[in-house]
């Protein structure tokens, strides 16, 4: 097997050339505000410069991630992601620069892309959550910086790779669309239908967060605790999980509605 390069996961198709200094200090403001978002969150959150090829700013969570990582870069993904998986994410980073070339100019800043890998730290292995979207473009379309965070993964299997669009109705609700699915088995993209959640799932999952148990929903929510379970059972199927800490992790990284 080849060893993986840093060069690896840049690709000719999002090759970033002619940013200049000016527009690094147009961009400072975001920056600012990322790492101001960065304090109110347990995941660990970076930019992705890919002019520069490296991480422009990178927060500092141990419990997720080696300290200094923005000097680290993508060496993070060389030094703590377990040789056999390093393959899968430039497969998936190549699908995804190419998929992203395909959407049109006017929605790219709308997209967001998610997967799961182990993260070897400290001796233990743990399944993460991998997302980025766009924070900024350059002049011809092309990602130039991505917002990237990672927090821990309810999957038990590495992969899962989803692509999505992040809209807002006129309420102001955000849910997505033109959902697509990576397969790791053939190399294509899949559209699938956007996941959309019933009243009674929701309130479930929420509950369910909160603690309560199956009989204290279905008396809170004036139901039988078969009725109930029945509809666990129908969002575990819906979410493609199997237990109510999957179900409630998968909606907050995913935003199903």
Sequence with gaps: MNMTQINDFFIDKNRVDGITEADYERVQPKIEAVAAAARTTTNSIYIIDYHKRNFLYASENPMLAPIGLKDMGYALYLN??????????????RAGFE????????????????????FMQNGR???VNHRFTPLALNTKGQLWLAL????????????????WRVTE?????????DVREYSLADGKWHTCAPISLTDTE???LMMSAQGYTTEEI????????DTMKYHRKKLFRKLGVESISEAIATVMSSNVM
């Design 218 to 225: 279905a008396s809170r929510l004036f139901r039988t605790v």
């Design 169 to 177: 109705n006129g309420n102001g609700i955000v849910g997505n669309r």
């Design 80 to 93: 703590y992601v377990p040789k056999e998986e390093q393959a899968m994410l430039l497969k998936i980073n």
């Design 99 to 118: 998929e992203f070339s395909r959407i049109d100019v006017s929605e790219k800043m709308d997209f967001v892309i998610s997967y799961d890998f182990h």
């Design 125 to 127: 292995s743990r399944m």
């Design 148 to 163: 990237t965070s990672f927090s821990l993964s309810p999957r038990k299997h590495f992969g899962n790779v989803r692509m």
């Design 202 to 204: 929701q309130a479930l």
